[in-house]
């Protein structure tokens, strides 16, 4: 799997959106890096998984 880069055609031209919406990416891309590592445990894993799942409850109901 190909990690994303960030590209400003999918920002919005907020700064806190655009900030919030990198930082979901950076997350992504830390689980793509976590599954290609072979020292990457799968309790690293689930946490960056929770990581993620947090900050996106919390981000989403805020932009609206």
């Not at 806190?16 to 894993?45: A, F, H, R, T």
């Amino acid at each position: 799997m190909e990690k994303i880069k960030w590209d400003p055609s999918f920002g919005v031209n907020i700064l806190d959106v655009d900030e919030n919406l990198k930082k979901i990416i950076e997350l992504i891309n830390k689980i793509i890096d976590q599954k290609k590592s072979k020292k990457c445990d799968e309790e690293q894993l689930m946490e960056t998984f929770a990581d993620l799942t947090d900050f996106v409850r919390n981000y989403f109901p805020c932009e609206e």
